[in-house]
T-cell receptor, first 113, second 114 residues
Framework: AQSVTQLDSHVSVSEGTPVLLRCNYSSSYSPSLFWYVQHPNKGLQLLLKYTSAATLVKGINGFEAEFKKSETSFHLTKPSAHMSDAAEYFCVVSGAGTYKYIFGTGTRLKVLA | GAGVSQSPRYKVAKRGQDVALRCDPISGHVSLFWYQQALGQGPEFLTYFQNEAQLDKSGLPSDRFFAERPEGSVSTLKIQRTQQEDSAVYLC????????????FGQGTRLTVV
């Protein structure tokens, strides 16, 4: 069975400071892991994905995530937050040989001016 | 098309009414998925098509929910005799393959049952 836990439902940061959104996963197989962002009234947009290549994954808009098997984590980071980063972020796991996405409950990121 | 298109964007239905939600996937995408996103929650899997074949419908909450993709492109999710607990955003996604590939999501249809 697969599952994903997003450890924070809300995160607030000041503009220009680092962002850390935490995600832990559980998977019986080598997982594929994704981070999606959802802006209000917009569709889910892929930020980045891990599919058993490099453990440090770089995505769009300056985001990156590191796959740590020993910690079963896939935390999302960005060195400097921008106002436009304010949105809902979802960590997603999909196990090898399966097509279903298992979503976390989401983390709402608020960026303060 | 340029992306996954869903219609209508918003639907208000009276309890007991039947509704039909449409999804136009990206041209050439083999796989199509439906997800349900309740308020404040992450999306949850409903059903999966590979071309016209519905390979997995394990996430459909009840037999009032029915999905089809008769020609392997456009898909329709139908909900019969809607109930208040059906209120949610219904998301459609498509991907070129079925495994370990990026799924592209539509903007969703927000269904409100009153």
């Amino acid at each position: 069975a697969q599952s994903v836990t997003q450890l924070d439902s809300h995160v607030s940061v000041s503009e220009g400071t680092p962002v850390l959104l935490r995600c832990n996963y559980s998977s019986s197989y080598s997982p594929s892991l994704f981070w999606y962002v959802q802006h209000p009234n917009k569709g889910l947009q892929l930020l980045l994905k891990y599919t058993s290549a490099a453990t440090l994954v770089k995505g769009i808009n300056g985001f990156e995530a590191e796959f740590k098997k020993s910690e079963t984590s896939f935390h999302l980071t960005k060195p400097s937050a921008h106002m436009s980063d304010a949105a809902e972020y979802f960590c997603v796991v999909s196990g090898a040989g399966t097509y279903k996405y298992i979503f976390g409950t989401g983390t709402r990121l608020k960026v303060l001016a | 098309g340029a992306g996954v298109s869903q219609s209508p964007r918003y639907k208000v239905a009276k309890r007991g009414q039947d509704v039909a939600l449409r999804c136009d996937p990206i041209s050439g995408h083999v796989s199509l998925f439906w997800y349900q996103q309740a308020l404040g929650q992450g999306p949850e899997f409903l059903t999966y098509f590979q071309n016209e074949a519905q390979l997995d419908k394990s996430g459909l909450p009840s037999d009032r929910f029915f999905a089809e993709r008769p020609e392997g492109s456009v898909s329709t999710l139908k909900i019969q005799r809607t109930q208040q607990e059906d209120s949610a955003v219904y998301l459609c996604a498509s991907s070129f393959e079925d495994r370990n590939t990026e799924a592209f999501f539509g903007q969703g249809t927000r269904l409100t049952v009153v």
